[in-house]
């Protein structure tokens, strides 16, 4: 099967902007989580998604917001984006159990 | 907020040494699991060990839970250049399992 893929994997956007990443999790795999990673704060959950509801969330303000797809495919976007949510954003999809698979990342820069 | 911290923070040792690191954590936990991560890139799973479990093993890897301590050690035994990465260890909270709270990880560094 192929793994969690992650587009895009760059991305450069300015002060202001939103932007839209997006995630294709694991063929099957229903539940899509997603993680911030920055390094004063480390990995920091954001929210979960599991057959198009938000399941879980994490303490994100509201201009972090994600959904997922009828296919699972996912996506979170940042709105008026600023200095601080420069970080590698990651994707993770299980399916039962309690393993997440990740994907390689969108590493997100803000200017 | 970070729930687990690792020690420490960062390790260097020789080719075929063993590495042990160690993971303290601060509320009730369903599982605990150890991730690597090489170079900023993705997580990738290394071994899980649920709350009722002491000691689990995984070919060179050896995780040891205690839960009276809010604890888990990893041992990477015979380590090799390839083991260089960062190391994580995340815990999953009953009824949030998807929900991974990770530790600041640690650095290892394995010279051939």
């Known amino acids: 099967k192929a793994g969690v893929t992650q587009t895009p994997r760059y991305l450069i956007k300015t002060r202001g902007q939103q932007v839209t990443l997006s995630c294709s999790p694991i063929?099957?795999?229903?539940?899509v989580s997603w993680y911030q990673q920055t390094p004063g704060q480390g990995l920091q959950f954001l929210f979960e998604y599991f057959s198009e509801t938000q399941r879980n969330k994490g303490n994100f303000p509201g201009r972090f917001s994600g959904r997922q797809f009828s296919n699972s495919r996912s996506e979170m976007n940042v709105s008026t984006l600023e200095l601080g949510d420069s970080a590698l954003y990651l994707c993770a999809s299980k399916e039962g159990g309690y393993e997440q698979f990740f994907g390689p990342g969108t590493r997100l820069t803000v200017l | 907020s970070q729930q687990g911290e690792e020690d420490p923070q960062a390790l260097s040792i020789q080719e075929g040494e063993n590495a042990t690191m160690n993971c303290s954590y601060k509320?009730?936990?369903?599982?605990l699991q150890w991730y690597r991560q090489n170079s900023g890139r993705g997580l990738v799973h290394l071994i899980l060990?649920?709350?009722?479990?002491r000691e689990k093993h995984s070919g060179r890897l050896r995780v040891t839970l205690d839960t009276s301590k809010k604890s888990s050690s990893l041992l990477i035994t015979a380590s090799r250049a390839a083991d260089t990465a960062s190391y994580f260890c995340?815990?999953?909270?009953?009824?949030?399992?998807?929900?991974?709270?990770f530790g600041k990880g640690i650095t290892l560094s394995v010279r051939p």
């Open positions: 995340a815990t999953g909270r009953f009824g949030a399992n998807s929900k991974l709270t």
């Open positions: 063929s099957g795999h229903r539940s």
């Open positions: 060990i649920r709350s009722n479990e």
């Open positions: 509320t009730s936990i369903n599982n």
